[in-house]
């Protein structure tokens, strides 16, 4: 468990550091004016972030495959993701650019309703199944309000800065996002750890972990709080940036002992790594508009993944895991 | 030191059960499918609620237990039991540990040693047989080192030289003080191999005694519905069906 988690420590310091040289001025402090400026004040913030979204998108997907039990499991599943979106899209309506809080701050509460919703949910239900397509509801209730508010927007202009927004980016991002999602992401990593007993003991099926002491509704909570906090506070700075908690796991598990406790770390480091890699990328494309980082893990992160499925199919009879 | 079930009634399942179970001896629950058998184990482990009638330990409601005290007390096997993850039998074992907080290597040890699981321990869980499977599940419920043992049908799928040396198991562990109550199919292995057999039918308790007695053949006759009789010596019986 500890070579991967020291290995991905090291890859991140790595690329952090090449990654505040690359972008659209590759940084060469002898000769680009205001390098230091664009270093501490750009570079830095947006690197920062995309370890910060990413973490949290990696640990969050670990910690959902391990409650679910199911390697296909994605932290979208509770609806938070969603709700945070409604609330960013909720923040259009207020005039985005009235106060640079209002989109984070509205988008925090729409994650904050979403777990709210999932809270009262919590413990009523029978089981895993129940409750989690009880998340699936409230993912498609808040995606379909938030196509009900879109397609109400204020005027055209507003459409296509909500539309652009929900595709996820880290451009132009400052300390000010810096300051607003680590905290939060940090916690919610913190939430997915008190979990990690509860998520191992359900590698024994739900009877068994019950009868090993293991209560369903606290470990649903931590769990919400977790989502919430890595997810939600994801989306405020950064819109929707998809797959990553999918395939993260995935790519970390076969170097881990598989238990869920093992994978938590590891996901997180490895989380912010690809969201790195794939945000300096996007900097680096000679595109005329920088590429939308959500697209771009989309567009890498799907056919990636089918060629995982396909290798899998052949290593495996059996399940997935 | 007694686990009881106290009339114990839930809807459509169970009507007014009780049972007592004492320590240092092997229990086996019979019934025809549908009787409730397994409803009563998860009942007595402290998993299911009953509606009315109360299980005990020590003669204190188990619903008073916290979870975790409960789970020091009584451990658990599912049937069919499956690891979601494709872990090393060792850490699958480990998990046992959970109601005590800790992974102390020297319950884990003695239970992979008592399992004949020590060679395997490090083997990733999918390349167990079900026999061997079968042992490492059990083995993760001795390595919480509870007093109580419920197994839900814990020989339903293994062939016939598996089933003995899991039974053995069993039985030594019954031996050593411990209360062992299995959720049993075949008559013949709770005739041969139980101190003493409580046969449910239809969510009553319609027998509970030594096996002799409680699964004589007008028992049979009358719960199952088959004519049948025991043939063989005491230890090494065999039930013929008319």
Same mark, same amino acid.
């Given at each position: 468990m500890t070579r991967p988690i020291g290995l991905l420590c090291f890859a991140l310091i790595i690329v952090f550091a090449l990654s505040l040289f690359a972008g659209r001025v590759w940084l060469d402090f002898a000769s680009t004016p205001n390098a230091m400026l664009i270093l501490a004040e750009l570079r830095l913030p947006r690197a920062l972030l995309a370890i910060t979204v990413g973490a949290g998108l990696g640990a969050a997907g670990a910690a959902m495959q391990g409650y679910l039990r199911n390697p296909l499991a994605d932290p979208g599943l509770f609806g938070i993701a969603p709700g945070a979106a409604l609330g960013a899209v909720a923040s259009f309506w207020f005039g985005y650019a009235a106060s640079a809080w209002l989109l984070p701050v509205f988008a925090l509460a729409g994650a904050a309703g979403a777990m709210a919703l999932l809270a009262l949910i919590a413990g009523r239900t029978g089981g895993i199944a129940l409750f989690t397509l009880a998340g699936m509801m409230i993912a498609s209730l808040a995606g379909a309000l938030m196509s009900l508010a879109i397609s109400f927007a204020p005027n055209a202009f507003a459409m296509s800065e909500i539309v652009t927004w929900l595709m996820g980016a880290l451009t132009d991002r400052s300390w000010r996002e810096v300051y607003l999602a680590a905290p939060l992401t940090l916690l919610g990593i913190a939430c997915f750890w008190m979990a990690r007993k509860d998520l191992d003991a359900l590698i024994l099926g739900d009877a068994a972990a019950r009868s090993l002491g293991m209560r369903l509704a606290v470990l649903q909570a931590w769990l919400i709080a977790g989502v919430g906090l890595t997810v939600g506070s994801g989306v405020a700075v950064a819109g929707i940036i998809g797959f990553v908690g999918l395939i993260v796991p995935h790519l970390v598990r076969p170097f881990t002992d598989r238990r869920p406790s093992s994978l938590i770390v590891p996901s997180a480091l490895a989380g912010g790594l690809l969201v790195l890699v794939a945000d300096s990328v996007v900097r680096i494309l000679p595109t005329v508009t920088e590429l939308r980082l959500g697209i771009a893990l989309s567009l890498i992160g799907a056919p990636f993944f089918l060629w995982l499925l396909m290798k899998m199919r052949r290593g495996y009879s059996g399940g997935l895991s | 030191m007694t686990l009881s079930a106290d009339a114990i009634s839930l809807a459509?399942?169970?009507?007014a059960v009780s049972a007592s179970f004492g320590p240092g001896q092997i229990t086996a629950i019979c019934g025809p499918n549908g009787a409730g058998k397994s409803t009563l184990l998860s009942i007595l482990s402290g998993l299911l609620q009953p509606d009315c009638g109360l299980a005990t330990l020590h003669g204190k409601a188990l619903s008073e237990f916290s979870s975790g005290a409960r789970a020091q007390h009584i451990g658990y096997l599912p049937q069919n039991g499956e690891a979601a993850w494709d872990v090393a039998v060792r850490n699958l074992v480990a998990l046992g540990r959970m109601p005590h907080g800790d992974s102390a290597a020297g319950p884990v040890e003695a239970a992979l040693k008592a399992l004949d699981l020590e060679v395997l321990a490090a083997r990733p869980i999918s390349e167990l047989s079900g026999g061997e499977k079968a042992r490492a599940f059990l083995a993760r419920v001795l390595a919480g080192e509870p007093e109580w043992i419920l197994a839900d049908e814990? /020989?339903?799928? /293994?062939d016939l030289a598996h089933q003995l040396a899991l039974i053995g198991h069993l039985k030594r562990e019954a031996q050593s003080g411990k209360g062992v109550i299995i959720v049993l199919h075949d008559l013949a292995l709770a005739m041969n191999h139980a101190d003493r057999v409580v046969v449910l039918d239809q969510g009553q308790a319609v027998a509970d005694d030594v096996p002799e007695k409680a699964l004589a053949g007008e028992v049979i006759q009358r719960v199952w519905g088959v004519t049948a009789e025991w043939i063989g010596s005491e230890g090494h019986r065999a039930l013929v069906t008319r």
């Open positions: - | 459509n399942r169970l009507d814990p /020989l339903a799928a /293994l």
